[in-house]
């Protein structure tokens, strides 16, 4: 659903609101992965900054909609990396997600992409 430079809508791609340049020197979007692109600030997904220990509302993290806009389908991110995990499970609480799918693997070409956010018991994998 999203493309690279810009987002997709039903009239087909726009700019995001805010350049990666200009992301860049923003301090909650720094926990953001380098090179990657931040949720508009008017559609992300917000964290509840007083249950949050850095009192930060951001993740970066856009709701999917199919029909209400109350009551996103799915969520999409990025992987977290280990000072952003407790921010990832905190969305998931929050917005009571009850699957995650994840489409990248922990690390490519030897780069690292998010760190293992799961435990090693109890929980499943399916490939």
């Not at 999203?2 to 995001?16: E, L, S, V």
């Not at 489409?103 to 490939?127: I, T």
Request: hydrophobic residues 35%; negative net charge; charged residues 20%.
């Amino acid at each position: 659903m999203c493309c690279r430079g810009g987002q997709w809508d039903a009239g087909g791609p726009r700019q995001a609101a805010l350049r990666p340049a200009e992301l860049a020197g923003a301090a909650p979007r720094a926990a953001s992965l380098p090179g990657s692109f931040s949720a508009d600030d008017h559609v992300r997904i917000k964290l509840k900054a007083e249950s949050n220990p850095s009192r930060s509302d951001f993740i970066n993290a856009s709701p999917i909609i199919e029909h209400d806009p109350r009551m996103p389908a799915y969520i999409a991110t990025q992987g977290p990396l280990s000072h952003t995990i407790a921010d990832f499970w905190q969305m998931v609480w929050e917005h009571g997600c009850t699957v995650i799918v994840m489409l990248s693997p922990l690390a490519e070409d030897s780069v690292k992409q998010c760190d293992r956010y799961w435990p090693d018991e109890g929980s499943s994998l399916y490939h």
